[in-house]
Nanobody
Framework: QVQLVESGGGVVQAGGSLRLSCAASGVTFTIANMAWYRQALGKQREMVATIPRNGPTNYADSVKGRFTISRDNAKNTVYLQMNSLIPEDTARYYC???????????WGQGTQVTVSS
């Protein structure tokens, strides 16, 4: 059974930094794409950043230049380094992993990030 556990969320002042981690366990397949999404109160879930097993990373325009996604394939772990945080980054952050050929994906429970002004 695949489980994703996010960590690293918390409360930070504007201008601060946080590093999120998401470790996947029970994985019996090669992970294709890994990604971070977020959902603020009253809003739809949105993509923050994606990182394929081979290929370029992709970021939402709102986080370009401030956030960096990376992955450790040996550990089945994806990270999100978040710098220069602003109140608008306040949301619950979820990690997502995908199989190749769109054969299925998995979600974590999320970790809360709150940026105070």
């Amino acid at each position: 059974q695949v489980q994703l556990v996010e960590s690293g969320g918390g409360v930070v002042q504007a201008g601060g930094s946080l590093r999120l981690s998401c470790a996947a366990s029970g994985v019996t397949f090669t992970i294709a794409n890994m990604a971070w999404y977020r959902q603020a109160l009253g809003k739809q879930r949105e993509m923050v950043a994606t990182i394929p097993r081979n290929g370029p990373t992709n970021y939402a325009d709102s986080v370009k230049g401030r956030f960096t996604i990376s992955r450790d394939n040996a550990k089945n772990t994806v990270y999100l380094q978040m710098n220069s945080l602003i109140p608008e980054d306040t949301a619950r952050y979820y990690c997502n992993i995908q199989k190749f050929k769109f054969a299925g994906d998995y979600w974590g429970q999320g970790t809360q990030v709150t940026v105070s002004s």
